[in-house]
């Protein structure tokens, strides 16, 4: 179901934080929404829309699949801009998706993509887009640019039109990865609470998780990761022995939790992932 969060109704605990798919981009069709004032951002994406301007990224209901897409339209002030960043565990060789054109017949958009490793650009794929062509749904795809076969964390950007109301839409993204790779395939149920945070964070597993090395990776919206740990199993139910009872309260089944501290660093919207074997999950949690 699609929804729209508003950040100052969030639970002191994330309840329904969606598992992403391994090289799968955030919110890749648009579904969740984040409003904070005059603003409204889909969520795990960057805009530039502000406070005091009318937004120029919004929710589009004419959508390819579902209820919504994201729309990029020009409202006079600011050329529109949206991105975001995650990682990813191998080189995909294309950006591809669902774009509705309505530009103008002299306007253009851009797509970009960039590829890094370890903080480095490695990779990346450019496509321009221009006015007056189908102004139905269309599949499109961004070839990636292949100098480099590594790539842990990539950038997605889109620029909008320059001319006032002239935009267009997209939906359903997603990565062209090459075949005969093994990805964890799988989605790991976890929670995790407080969130937002201002430190400590408590990770809970299923309780019929097998034994096994457990990372877990903090990113920025950009993509780069900025802490890494293995966690160590606990092997007692954790109801009852720490603070966060109320959680475990909510997820009675679990039985493994671990905790994680934030406190190095900077306020901001993170993703989590954790992973153990071939099953993968992350949630999108907010540093206050």
């Known amino acids: 179901m699609k ?17 992403q ?13 984040i409003a904070f004032g005059w603003v409204t951002n889909p969520m795990g994406w960057v805009t530039n829309n502000s406070q005091l301007l009318a937004n120029t990224v919004v929710m589009d209901t004419d959508s390819y699949s579902g209820t919504f897409a994201m729309e990029l339209v020009n409202q006079g002030s600011l050329i529109p801009l ?14 591809l998706g669902y774009l509705k054109n309505h530009l103008f017949n002299n306007d ?30 269309s599949s499109f795809s961004v070839p990636i640019s292949q100098g480099s076969v590594n790539a842990d964390s990539a950038v997605i950007r889109f620029d909008g039109a320059s001319q006032y109301q002239s935009s267009l839409s997209f939906d359903n ?40 090395d457990i990372k877990a990776s903090v990113f920025d919206l950009a993509g780069r990761k900025v802490w890494e740990e293995f966690l160590s199993p606990v092997p007692e139910a954790c109801c009852g022995c720490s603070p966060s009872d109320s959680l475990c309260e909510m997820f009675p ?36």
């Open 21 to 33: 798919a391994t090289d799968s981009i955030p919110n890749a069709g648009f579904e969740d929404w």
């Open 173 to 212: 993204l997603f990565l062209n990865s090459p075949t005969g790779i093994q990805e964890p395939d799988q989605s790991l149920p976890f929670r995790i609470g407080p969130n937002p945070t201002t430190d400590i964070v408590y990770i809970m597993l299923p309780g019929n998780l097998s034994s096994g």
């Open 82 to 95: 949206a991105w975001c960043g995650f990682p990813i565990l191998h080189h995909p060789q294309a950006l």
């Open 3 to 19: 929804k729209i969060v508003f950040i100052v109704f969030l639970f002191a605990f994330s309840k329904t934080g969606h598992a």
């Open 108 to 137: 253009s958009a851009s797509i970009h993509i960039y590829l890094f490793h370890n903080n480095a650009l490695v990779d990346s794929g450019y496509q321009m887009v221009y006015g007056g062509f189908n102004p139905l749904y």
């Open 253 to 288: 089944q679990a039985s493994r939790e671990h905790t994680i501290s934030l406190s190095q660093l900077p306020q901001g919207i993170y993703l989590l992932t954790v992973q153990t074997g071939m099953l993968r999950g992350t949630h999108l949690i907010i540093k206050e």
